[in-house]
């Protein structure tokens, strides 16, 4: 798995920061989010974006299901 560049990192975490709840842990549903909320014209960077997001919400439902 490669490292996230630093602009694909701070706009995930802007949009999941302004936009809670456009995003869930469904990469198809996020990466028409992230074209919708945002102006990025490559798809390439698009999806690197939706997967970040995706990546960072599942990871968020799995520690409350863990932590209760």
């Known amino acids: 798995m490669a490292i996230k560049p630093k602009y ?7 949009l999941l920061e302004e936009y809670p ?3 869930n842990t469904d990469f198809e549903t996020n ?3 992230v ?3 945002t ?3 490559s798809k390439g960077v ?3 974006i939706a997967g970040y997001i995706t990546r960072k919400k ?11």
Do not use: H, I, T
């Open 58 to 68: 599942g990871s968020a439902a799995a520690q409350s299901a863990w932590y209760g």
């Open 39 to 41: 102006n990025v014209e």
């Open 46 to 48: 698009r999806n690197r």
């Open 31 to 33: 990466k028409e989010s």
């Open 21 to 23: 709840e456009a995003f």
């Open 8 to 14: 694909v990192k701070q706009l995930g975490k802007l």
């Open 35 to 37: 074209e919708s909320l």
